[in-house]
């Protein structure tokens, strides 16, 4: 019996794991499109589409990662003088 257990348990942990997995690879074109902005030095507009997906995704660490870099965007840039 406690075998079974800890075998459900593994099994469990495995397929949450696949899961956890398949949701990191779905792109979501929020995110594509602020970070295509940001790589092509439009930070204006990547500013724009990461605070757009942040109102969509607020848990997200990463849109609150690309607001506040080294080189802040220029309405940051703005409130930290």
Do not use: C
């Not at 406690?2 to 398949?22: K, N």
């Not at 080294?70 to 003088?81: N, T």
Request: glycine share 2%; proline share 9%.
């Amino acid at each position: 019996m406690r075998r079974a257990v800890q075998l459900t348990i593994i099994l469990a942990l495995a397929l949450s794991a696949i899961g956890l997995s398949q949701t990191a690879q779905a792109p979501d074109p929020q995110r594509q499109t602020a970070l295509s902005l940001e790589q092509q030095g439009r930070n204006a507009e990547a500013e724009t589409a990461w605070r757009t997906y942040l109102k969509a995704h607020p848990s997200n660490p990463e849109p609150y990662a690309h607001l506040t870099t080294k080189k802040p965007f220029p309405s940051i840039a703005k409130r930290l003088k």
